[in-house]
Nanobody, 121 residues
Framework: VQLVESGGGLVQAGGSLTLSCAAS????????IAWYRQVPGKEREGVSC????????QYRDSVKGRFTISRDNAKNLIILQMNMLTPEDTAVYYC???????????????WGQGTEVVVSS
């Protein structure tokens, strides 16, 4: 599966953004999907993962209560709603397919080009 991320942008601290993960020629209903993020010079880190059956989406501690991952099955999208953004959320965000292991994903495949999120203070 090949995924495409969109929805990034520049936002002030405290603001919100909605990221979308889309797939071409694949039905995302059958995949566990995770959002990761990466800051230059650092490793890519897991943010949230949602299983194919949508059972108990998982989040890393720093985004709990602020980010929500969900499925829009009608549009074949995985959505990451990000609220109360802080400068520490600034990163390139990627979505990947695999099997959820907590908020991480293993194995991992389908990474797109990412979408950049910049949160100004």
């Amino acid at each position: 599966v090949q995924l495409v991320e969109s929805g990034g942008g520049l936002v002030q601290a405290g603001g919100s953004l909605t990221l979308s993960c889309a797939a071409s020629r694949a039905d995302l209903d059958y995949y566990d999907i995770a959002w990761y993020r990466q800051v230059p010079g650092k490793e890519r880190e897991g943010v949230s993962c949602i299983s194919a059956d949508e059972h108990r989406p998982q989040y890393r501690d720093s985004v709990k209560g602020r980010f929500t991952i969900s499925r829009d099955n009608a549009k074949n999208l995985i959505i990451l709603q990000m609220n109360m953004l802080t400068p520490e959320d600034t990163a390139v965000y990627y979505c990947g397919a695999g099997a959820c292991a907590g908020y991480n994903l293993w194995p991992q495949s389908g990474w797109g080009q990412g979408t950049e999120v910049v949160v100004s203070s």
